[in-house]
C-alpha cells in the first residue's frame, strides 16, 4: 500500500503578541493524503479539538489540520496514520515526551477530513464538535462534552455524554440497526415521511414526536419508554438517555 503523504506545513504567527511574549499563538496547517483500498473503512481519532467529516466520490481520504497553539510551546500535534482489521486509522497526536509544563499550556487542533462517501466511518472526539455530511454510509460518531450533527443515508452510532445532537436519516430503510446513548442535552433524529424504522426510546427527559408513539412509564426511576414504527416498522433503531430530551421528528426530502 503507498504511504501517506504529508502534502504541506504552514506555520505563521498571529499578531497577538510579541515574539518571547507566551500569550503569543502559532498557527499551523497540515496536510495529508492517502489513497483507500477497497472495501476499508477509516477511523478519525481527535483529542485536541473538532471533526468535520465529508464525503466525496474519490478512492482518498484527505485531511487538514488547523492547529493552534502557545508560541512558548515547543510541540507540534502531527496526524498518525495505520491500517489495521481492515480500516485505515486516522489520528492527531503530539508527542509523548512532551513535558509537563507545555501540557498545560492551551492548544487545539481542528480536523477536516474528506472521505468516499460509501464507506463505513468512525469519528471519535474528546469533548468538541463531531460533523458528518454529505455522507452515504454506516456512521460512528463519538464525543464527550461536545455537539454530533449527522447527516447520512446509512445507519448511525452515535454516544454523547452532554451535548446537543442532531441526526438525518436520509435513506427509507437501512441494512443494519442504529443507537444513540447520551446523559444529558436535546437529541433530535429526523426520518423521512415514507422511512421505514422502529425506534424505542427510553429517557426521563421529555419526548417530542411526530409519530403515534406507544408509551410506558416507570415512576419509581422517573423514567418513560416509548415505541415509534414508523411506516411498517424496518430495522431497530434504539435510543437511550439518562435525562435528555429525545426528538423524533418528520422531514420531507423533495
Known sequence: ????????LLLMSLPLGAAEDEDAWVVQR??????????????????????????????MVSAIANIQKRSVNPATATLESETADGQLILEVTFPS??????????????????VPSNI??????????????????????ETGIGDIFVKTKGAVNITCRQGKITVFMMS??????????????????FFQDSANALV??????????????????EPLKRKKRATIRIGQGGQPFEI???????????????
Open 1 to 8: 500500500m503507498p504511504r501517506p503523504m504529508i502534502v504541506g
Open 30 to 59: 497540515q496536510t495529508w493524503e492517502h489513497a483507500l483500498a477497497a472495501g476499508h473503512g477509516v477511523v478519525v481519532s481527535n483529542p485536541f479539538g473538532s471533526i468535520r467529516v465529508r464525503g466525496w466520490d474519490r478512492p
Open 97 to 114: 515526551e512532551e513535558k509537563p509544563e507545555w501540557q498545560k499550556k492551551p492548544r487545539r487542533v481542528d480536523l477536516t477530513v474528506l
Open 120 to 141: 463505513e466511518i468512525v469519528a471519535k472526539s474528546a469533548n468538541d464538535l463531531v460533523e458528518v455530511k454529505s455522507f452515504d454510509g454506516d456512521v460512528t460518531a
Open 172 to 189: 427509507t430503510k437501512w441494512a443494519r440497526p442504529s443507537s444513540l446513548e447520551t446523559v444529558h442535552g436535546t437529541a433530535t433524529v
Open 200 to 217: 424505542t426510546v427510553e429517557t426521563a427527559g421529555k419526548l417530542v414526536t411526530d409519530f403515534s408513539a406507544e408509551i410506558e412509564t
Open 240 to 254: 437511550r438517555s439518562n435525562m435528555g430530551q429525545i426528538e423524533i421528528m418528520r422531514f420531507f426530502n423533495d
